[in-house]
């Protein structure tokens, strides 16, 4: 148990504020802040459409640092480590990173996060949401250590087609060999940093790990050497377009963790995420692999899909149907929008047993807003696969230089 | 209506509305039974027996219409523990700042407390529909009671296995067992008890006790904002709006009008006798009192049936709160807390483990006062400035345990100013100018809340919340539907299903039994 | 590392041969199964044993009056030919008062309270009847398909409506009640409440007034009407007579029984238990693997996390069971002379536990880590019936003591003498010279206990018997019915329902439902 704090807490700031902060707050020109796990982050430094094309055209520099940073360390790291996730561990190198789930006995999604391999023992767990509880009840008859580290770790995420240049301009040399998923590590400025090719935009990009006072410092050579690359900061509404083109889900957006539900019936599990990829049935044991195997014999009761929906109108909470006229429900949307870059109207959404196969035509009930009269729009809409967007350039090693 | 508690007046709005001639008759010289504002210190009003209104079901504040008739709600800013040892844990609004506030005293505890909240909301989610119907009796084969045993058995079984066990767990557990699968730190346990043992003759200890602690989430369950905190203009606001609201609908009361005697003629109730002798006839009548007042003191024992006496004897109603109402002359200063920290505009304690707690509650077994008594305090003026003079405060302190009976013997003078004496002080240890601005402090214990309100032993629930006086047990098992064995009583007081608290649900679901029985369509 | 010596091969595995391990090997040799019981210790019986504490005095170790053991059992496994005697049967409970007066309870008891008595007895014993095939059987599971569950969810329902309509709301009502205010309700003597409470919090964490304590009275009720026994007995030469007796009918049944085998952990293969590994590093295979062991052991030491889920983990690490009750042995120079005693009354069962409060205030102690500076206490002389336990003329003094909890403020190794002389010196204000007669002492605490009989916690019943961990969620939900999350692996010890006890019932019932799976699965 820890030792109280002689420190109150600074009850007029509840936020806290990551070590980038003043280069956001002078950056930002709306003034648009949203709170992040704790965090004051940026929503929109300037305007979310040209923040969105800068992903996909240039370079962009996105605050990272309030992912909860997890450091897993001891002799039964892997086991432990096995054990909590779905994934085997075992197959994850030195200096890889895996994105993974993890489920409570029901085999019901508690958690998404990436898994960095940093020693032979020693591993980083990135999540969304704070876990100590769920990571240290399960720490319980292994010899590990887990500690939560988000304060000791500033991080930012380097992503669009011109990051590769961008850091090479910084000077990292080699960084074009880096494999997706692999962590290079660098020094700089006479700290170590280390990069990985990881991200949530489904583009070329990587994600920058260093000490918090080294982050300012960072932050100025990245916009420097950026500069001849079209390097813009972004807030959490363009990421959120991006990853929804690259069909990434987002916990309490696309689920609710299992630790969180009130009611029944919401929890959801991996294979109804369509993550089933993510589950090792092989591997041995893991919280959640019973409960999984019986619903994979079952089969899924829904699943969620990708759609693509007639129209243009973004189908934002959006109920589904079978038939223009039925009467009962059989989903909903969780994420949606008009892409830009594929010029199409997608949305991942939750579709009930069996409308949830690839190539079903359902119905979207969408609402529009037409200054101020609403109305009601049935979109006719066709469950295709995930993702939407995948260009070439997000696996080619060497990486494109522009 | 015998009596114009809170309970009393709901049932009678319901009864008025429901196209029944209405009276309402109250011993006292003002409305209100246990939730009333009163002057008893010059231009102070104070909520002199309940201090918050966390249950009040928002149904009836809706179709009562209260709002209309000047209630107004407002939430607490905070809350807080002070330690012994000069530390405090603050409760904080902002989840953020709440969750480091924990983690000071345990990172872990910190988001254990987000996996707290959700299984005691599962719990409110479980129980709430319940709250406002007539508990089914399980020996009947009554349709009626079939269908609310069906009822109850499919929402237990739409659970789902898993949290059907929990809920057997959660509703059998006691409050430190129940924490202990969550926290580690001896603060956060402490703090998160204190509902749990407010009101009960119980240490945090006792098997049943977990269950008392959805007290705190069940006015946050539909997010409806404003259903818990503060009674503006104190707690009798709530029974004046409900006063007015039963005029509104054509209902009279009759203030200063004590009820001597239930009438009973030919097995059946034909209205009541006041203590001045005046008889008034009625159809139908409804006692607001507890079990035990309304059947040992205001009726005649011939009138009921010997085995249903000898129940009514052995309904448990131990009181073991005491009250304080002090008159501050100012602000008083917490030194434990941080200087501007909005937790003083909340509920205040300064247990700081489960053992001080369980040992407050072993005094009273023993029949004395706790030595370390757990405390309740609050200063509502900082919320609400017009209780009192400007600048001045009044501050509520709900004090567990004190007994209805002493060890040594009754209650005197000396003994209540010693019982007060012990809370004085054990708030003066965190608050050095304290006692320099006392200007008047009310001193109550369950022997005076007895004879003040009425309360048999001055137990606040008019009756414990233990598992063999809860739903289909509660009063007396076989007339858990608020009727008694003479027709034409009715019980609708905190006696009844669901229990006490300023709640409102026993006299809601008193009328509909009422109406059900006088053939009119129920409103609620 | 060598390699492992090749696995003996065997139907079914028991790890612990306590009675109810016994009774569960018994049965499934009976099924024709090919059975091997390991036991750590060098004797069987677990905590049913009789132990030489002092040079020629012999006392059963753990529990010493038998009442809950279903006389079909003792029967069906012909015990007494298997040399199960009884040195004293329909044993009377005598109260002892401080001045020295006694109470008979039952017996002899005159005014209100022994109409009273009579009264409440007669219906206590009725909901007991009630109950006891709830008791006997397999727990129901709750929300589940099947009809097993469903069935005995109903005869549930049905055997408590059949009571009639005012039983049936009086014991929904003291149900969950606490045994102070029952008894207040029914009875104006102090000693007799204090006797009749003492029952209710015997080997449990409850005091008299803790709400669920009418429970632990109605499930010893239900046990000794599900049992059908011969009242409170004394079984020839000890507990461990009994265990002896039921590892001669295991034998006879054709079980292998292996002392000085202690389990290091249990194997498993393709997530299903495949065998045990002793901590020799012989191994034993085997589909069918069954614990006698309490949860925790079986589940966090033999098993191990890491074949288990998180949250079932979380639920076994919130068992409550840390013992309360501590034992102790005198031996005697001299039969001790209870004051007031009737001659046929001594060889019976001795309280002391003068009134409800005085059980109340001893309990205070125990929530806090502290020992009961007046500690309530369930005396048995059986030399009075079974000489051969002591040298002739000699006694032995076997006593339960309560509060003594497993985690005491400062550990017992210092303070187990203190709390030993103060226990003489309790015995010494009712029974005066027995501090001078004693010639050797024994007490063992749930420290002790833990480390003599492998239980986690030294606790009787291996988890608090309370009602959050009764019936369909013992020992935890995910491991009830005897089953567990691992396919192969089953519990038969007291953590199971009904609870602990030497009654056997966990252990008859864990065969049954080891054999109808066999059946399920074909």
């Known amino acids: 148990m820890d030792k109280p704090s002689a420190m109150p807490v600074d009850f007029r700031h509840p936020l806290q504020r990551t070590p980038f902060h003043e280069r956001a707050r002078a950056l930002s020109q709306v003034d648009s802040f949203v709170p992040w796990s704790g965090y004051s982050t940026v929503d929109v430094f300037t305007t979310v459409e040209q923040e969105y094309f800068a992903v996909r055209n240039a370079a962009t520099l996105y605050d990272l640092t309030p992912m909860v940073k997890y450091r897993i360390v001891g002799r039964e790291a892997v086991p432990y480590l096995n054990r909590l996730i779905t994934r085997d561990v075992t197959k994850l190198k030195v200096n890889r990173v895996a994105y993974c789930v993890w489920c409570n006995d029901a085999g019901h999604l508690v958690d998404d996060g990436t898994l960095f391999r940093s020693g032979e023992s020693e591993y980083l767990l990135c999540t969304a949401e704070r876990q100590i509880d769920w990571l240290l009840s399960s720490a319980d008859g292994f010899e590990v250590e887990v500690a939560e580290i988000t304060e000791q770790v500033a991080a930012l995420a380097l992503q669009g087609p011109t990051s590769c240049s961008v850091l090479k301009a910084l000077g990292l040399a080699g960084i074009e060999n880096l494999k997706p998923f692999e962590i290079g590590r660098f020094t700089f400025a006479g700290a170590p940093l280390s990069v990985s090719r990881t991200g949530f935009t489904g583009d070329l990009g990587y994600e920058l790990w260093i000490t918090p006072d080294s982050a300012l410092t960072l932050w100025d050579a990245l916009m420097t050497a950026g500069r001849s690359w079209g390097i813009r900061p972004i807030g959490s509404q363009a990421l959120n377009m991006v990853r929804i083109e690259a069909g990434f889900i987002l916990p309490n957006v696309d689920f609710v963790s299992a630790e969180h539900t009130i009611r029944t019936g919401r929890d959801r599990s991996p294979l109804e995420m369509g993550l089933g990829w993510l589950v090792d049935f092989d591997k041995g044991h893991f919280t959640g692999r019973r409960a999984l195997l019986e619903e994979q014999r079952r089969g899924v009761a829904r699943m969620l899909v990708g759609l693509d929906i007639a129209g243009n109108k973004p189908a934002r909470d959006s109920l589904l149907y079978a038939a223009p006229t039925a009467k009962r429900e059989i989903g909903s949307v969780t994420s949606a929008m008009w892409s830009p870059t594929c010029k199409r109207n997608i949305a991942l959404a939750m579709v009930e047993a069996p409308h949830f196969k690839t190539g079903t035509r359902l119905w979207v009930d969408i609402y529009l ?8 729009r049935m979109c006719q809409a066709l ?17 494109a230089d522009y | 209506m015998v009596g114009a508690g809170h309970n009393g007046l709901v049932a009678a709005c319901y009864l008025a509305r429901g196209g029944l001639k209405v009276l309402v008759l109250e011993r006292q010289p003002f409305i209100g039974g246990a939730a009333v504002s009163r002057q008893l210190y010059k231009d102070f009003t104070y909520s002199n027996c309940s201090y918050v209104c966390s249950l009040l079901r928002p149904e009836i504040m809706r179709t009562l219409e209260l709002p209309k008739h000047g209630l107004q709600i407002i939430p607490y800013e905070g809350g807080c523990t002070m330690m012994q040892n000069g530390d405090h844990l603050a409760i904080y609004d902002h989840h953020d700042s709440l969750r480091r506030e924990i983690a000071r005293h345990s990172k872990r505890d910190a988001e254990a407390y987000d996996r707290f909240s959700r299984d005691v909301m599962r719990q409110c989610k479980f129980i709430k529909p319940l709250l406002m119907r007539e508990p089914p009796d399980p020996t009947s084969f009554k349709p009626r009671d079939i269908r609310e045993l069906l009822y109850l058995g499919q929402r237990f079984h739409g659970l789902g296995e898993q949290r059907m066990y929990d809920t057997l767990r959660f509703w059998t557990m006691s409050a430190a067992d129940f924490l202990d699968e969550y926290f580690e730190s001896e603060i956060v346990k402490a703090h998160m008890a204190g509902s749990s043992i407010i009101g009960t003759a119980l240490g945090p200890r006792s098997p049943g006790t977990a269950y008392v602690l959805l007290h705190h989430y069940m006015g946050d369950i539909d997010d409806t904002v404003g259903a818990w905190g503060f009674a503006r203009g104190g707690m009798g606001s709530i029974t004046q709006a409900l006063g007015k609201s039963l005029q509104a609908s054509g209902g009279a009361i009759r203030v200063d009008a004590p009820v001597a005697r239930i009438r009973v003629r030919g097995g059946v109730a034909t209205g009541v006798v006041l203590e001045d002798g005046e008889e008034i006839a009625a159809r139908l009548v409804v006692s607001n009192l507890d079990v035990r007042r309304t059947f040992l003191n205001t009726m005649d024992p011939n ?11 052995n309904f448990k109603i131990r009181g073991s709160s005491g009250k304080l109402n002090i008159a501050l002359d100012g602000l008083p200063v917490f030194p434990a807390i941080p200087t501007g920290a909005p937790c003083t505009r909340g509920d205040m304690h300064v247990t700081d483990s489960i053992e001080m707690m369980e040992r407050a509650y072993d005094d009273w077994k023993d029949g004395r006062w706790s030595r370390a008594p757990y405390i309740d305090m609050l200063i509502p003026t900082q919320i609400d400035p017009t209780m009192t003079p400007n600048g001045k405060h009044y501050m509520s302190v ?12 009754g209650w005197t003078d000396e003994k209540r100013k010693a019982f007060g004496a012990t809370v004085i002080d054990t708030i003066a240890r965190h608050s050095p100018n304290f006692k320099d601005l006392i200007l008047h402090a009310e001193i109550r214990t369950p022997w005076d809340i007895e004879n003040e309100v009425g309360l048999t032993e001055g137990n606040i629930f008019q009756g414990e919340l233990t598992m063999d006086q809860l739903l289909f047990n509660r009063p007396i098992p076989g007339y858990a539907q608020y009727r008694s064995p003479v027709p034409g009583l009715y019980m609708c007081g905190s006696s009844t299903h669901p229990g006490g608290g300023v709640m409102g649900a026993p006299g809601a679901n008193a009328a509909r039994a009422v109406l059900r029985d006088a053939g009119r369509a129920a409103l609620v | 590392m060598n390699a492992p010596p090749a696995a003996a091969r065997y139907d079914c595995i028991v790890i612990g041969a306590g009675h109810n391990g016994l009774v569960c090997a018994t049965r499934l040799a009976q099924a024709g199964r090919k059975v091997l019981v390991l036991e750590a210790a060098a004797q069987v019986g677990g905590a049913a044993v009789t132990r030489e504490f002092h040079p020629g005095f012999r006392v ?55 109409v009273a008595y009579a009264a409440y007895e007669t219906r206590m014993r009725r909901f007991g009847a009630a109950l006891g095939p709830v008791l006997a059987g397999v727990a129901p599971r709750l929300g589940t398909d099947r009809w097993a569950d469903k069935l005995a969810l109903l005869s549930l329902g049905w055997r408590i409506r059949r009571l009639g309509r005012k039983d049936m709301r009086e014991l929904l009502r003291i149900g969950g009640m606490n045994v102070y205010d029952l008894l207040q309700e029914h009875f104006s003597s102090a000693v007799l409440q204090g006797a009749l409470g003492l029952d209710a919090v015997l080997g449990s964490n409850f005091g008299p007034r803790s709400p669920g304590s009418v429970l632990t009275l109605l499930y010893r009720l239900a046990g000794e009407s599900a049992a059908r026994a011969n009242g409170l007995a004394q079984p020839q030469g000890g507990m461990g007579a009994l265990c002896d007796a039921l590892a001669a009918a295991a034998r006879a049944a054709g079980v292998t029984i292996r002392t000085d085998a202690p389990v290091a952990r249990i194997l498993v293969a393709n997530d299903c238990a495949s065998g045990v590994a002793l901590q020799s590093g012989e191994q034993f295979a085997a589909g069918i693997v069954i614990s006698n062991a309490d949860p925790k052991t079986t589940f966090l030491q033999l098993l191990g996390a890491r074949y288990l889920d998180n949250g079932f983990v979380r639920r076994v690490n919130h068992l409550r069971g840390k013992g309360l009750t501590a034992k102790l042995h005198l031996a005697l120079a001299e039969a001790p002379r209870f ?68 985690a005491l ?5 210092g303070q187990r003498q203190a709390f030993s002389d103060l226990c003489v010196a309790t015995l010494e204000r009712y029974a005066p010279g027995i501090a001078k007669s004693i010639l050797g002492c024994e007490l063992l605490t749930p420290v002790d206990i833990e480390a003599k009989f492998r239980i986690s916690g030294g606790h009787w019943h291996h988890a608090d018997l309370a009602l959050d961990q009764f019936l369909m969620v013992r020992p935890v939900p995910g491991a009830t019915q005897h089953r567990t999350p691992l396919a192969g692996l089953y519990l038969c010890g007291a953590g199971c329902h009904p609870g602990g006890g030497v009654m056997g019932t966990a252990g008859g019932n864990a065969a049954s439902q080891v054999l109808k799976q066999a059946r399920a699965y074909g």
């Not at chain 3, 046929?344 to 003068?354: D, K, Q, T, V, Y």
């Open chain 1, 383 to 399: 469950v295709v696969d995930r993702p939407f967007f995948a260009p070439e350039r997000r696996r080619a090693t060497p990486a």
């Open chain 2, 398 to 409: 709900f004090v567990q345990y004190c007994p209805y009976e002493l060890a040594d013997g």
């Open chain 3, 409 to 413: 403020k400062g550990g017992w190794a």
């Open chain 3, 60 to 114: 059963s170790a753990g529990a010493h009056l038998l009442h809950l053991m279903s006389a079909e059992l003792i029967r069906e496994f012909k015990l007494s030919a298997h040399g199960l005697r009884y040195s004293g049967t329909q044993l009377p409970t005598t109260a002892l008062l401080p001045g020295g007066g006694t109470l008979a309870i039952g017996a002899g008891m005159q005014g209100a309270d022994a």
């Open chain 1, 369 to 376: 807003n037409r200054e101020l009269v609403w109305e009601r």
């Open chain 2, 303 to 313: 009138d009921l049936p010997g085995e249903f006496l000898r129940q009514v004897k």
């Open chain 3, 339 to 406: 004051a007031g005693v009737a001659a046929e009354r001594i060889g019976g069962r001795l309280l002391i536990a003068p009134s409800l409060e005085h059980i109340e205030h001893a309990y205070n102690h125990a929530k806090y880590g502290e020992y009961s500076i007046e500690p309530v206490i369930e005396i048995t002389v059986p030399t009075h019936n079974d000489q051969g336990l002591a040298p002739a003329g000699q006694h032995v003094l076997s006593a339960i003591v309560q509060y003594a909890p497993y």
